[in-house]
């Protein structure tokens, strides 16, 4: 039997999150819980490896989750619920049918949530999705942004309603990026979580207490976000530009790469612009390679074992990221009483 929804704005909503607890899911969190609301559960996912003793690695990411929770929720207890391969959806189902959740929150669960899951909600489920629905749904849409070149048109971040489809649900918030958002690694990730978080916080209370309906994606043949081998590949016909923005997205996982003969350099981050093409074949040193792209010749270091730590260990030095403009929400399908309210 579903919760009854409250429809008093002064209770809290209880949500139940589906994600991994990190730096980049940790303020939604936090901002959950800052706007009044409860925390019915986490469902994180299931570590791949399951050993029959005990586990360094396994008790070392578990405590890294606790610590990290620990930052963002301070000491509000949660219930914490390993989820993964194989999925057991009916055992998953009578730990949610004791929690009456009103609602289930999702980020970047790699399948489907079975709707007889859901029926365990009053509200069903939402998901954040990182683009601008309906275009790029799938499990890669950050990465094919990138690639495509179409970060300005469709980055950010959308919330919707799930439903029996990928990322088909009704849309009922968005927060567009703006050119600046995608400049770094570290600022994609900051605008990234703070764009889950404002609508975490504001759309999705909005929605359970009804102030909030959604708007249907229309139909049509859409870009589906799954990255390819292909989008891998530095090409010489790209910009500098490009290929930077390329490392920012996708240089630490998978990582890009160039072809030089019949292997594949993967490539670092870049060193400098080194100026105009000079049409020479690339050239490859230790822990270097130079090469042409299409509007200049750009020094670059190759991935290897120092880099990966260097790089793993680079935000200990980070300084956080500079005041930018509050992010823009749009929100869809509001209610007369969320008309009257606002005015």
């Excluded at 990465?143 to 649900?169: I, N, P, W, Y």
């Excluded at 009804?210 to 249907?216: C, F, Q, V, W």
């Amino acid at each position: 039997m579903r919760p009854i929804a409250s429809t008093d704005h002064s209770e809290p909503i209880t949500a139940v999150f589906v994600l991994d607890i990190s730096n980049h899911t940790g303020p939604l969190l936090a901002g959950w819980l800052e706007a009044g609301n409860a925390i019915g559960a986490i469902i994180v996912p299931g570590f791949r490896r399951r050993p029959t003793g005990f586990s360094i690695g396994n008790f070392r990411r578990r405590l890294q989750r606790k610590l990290l929770l620990r930052r963002f929720v301070g000491n509000t207890p949660v219930k914490l619920i390993e989820f993964g391969r194989p999925y057991d959806w009916n055992a998953l189902g009578r730990q949610l049918s004791d929690l009456r959740a009103d609602v289930l929150v999702c980020y970047t669960l790699p399948v489907l949530i079975p709707q007889e899951v859901l029926g365990h909600f009053s509200k069903g489920g939402v998901n954040l999705h990182p683009a601008l629905l309906p275009d790029y749904r799938g499990p890669h849409p950050t990465q094919r942004l990138a690639v495509d070149g179409r970060c300005a048109a469709h980055g950010g971040v959308t919330l919707h309603k799930m439903s029996a489809g990928f990322d088909e649900g009704d849309i009922l918030g968005q927060v567009p990026f703006s050119e600046a958002d995608w400049t770094s690694r570290e600022a994609l990730a900051d605008s990234t979580a703070t764009a889950m978080r404002i609508l975490v916080s504001e759309a999705v209370p909005a929605y359970c207490r009804g102030l909030l309906s959604g708007m249907p994606q229309p139909k049509g043949d859409f870009v589906w976000a799954r990255l390819q081998p292909s989008h891998l590949i530095i090409s010489p016909a790209m910009a500098v530009e490009h290929v930077v923005r390329l490392w920012h997205v996708l240089g630490l996982l998978p990582g890009i790469y160039l072809e030089i003969g019949t292997r594949k350099v993967r490539l670092g981050f870049q060193i400098r612009r080194l100026g105009p093409c000079t049409g020479k074949a690339p050239v490859r040193r230790w822990g270097t390679v130079e090469f042409d792209l299409a509007n200049g010749r750009v020094l670059y270091f190759t991935y290897g074992r120092v880099l990966k730590r260097l790089l793993n260990s680079k935000h200990l030095f980070l300084r956080p990221p500079a005041g930018k403009p509050a992010p823009q929400i749009r929100l869809f399908g509001k209610t007369s009483a969320a008309d009257q309210r606002n005015g």
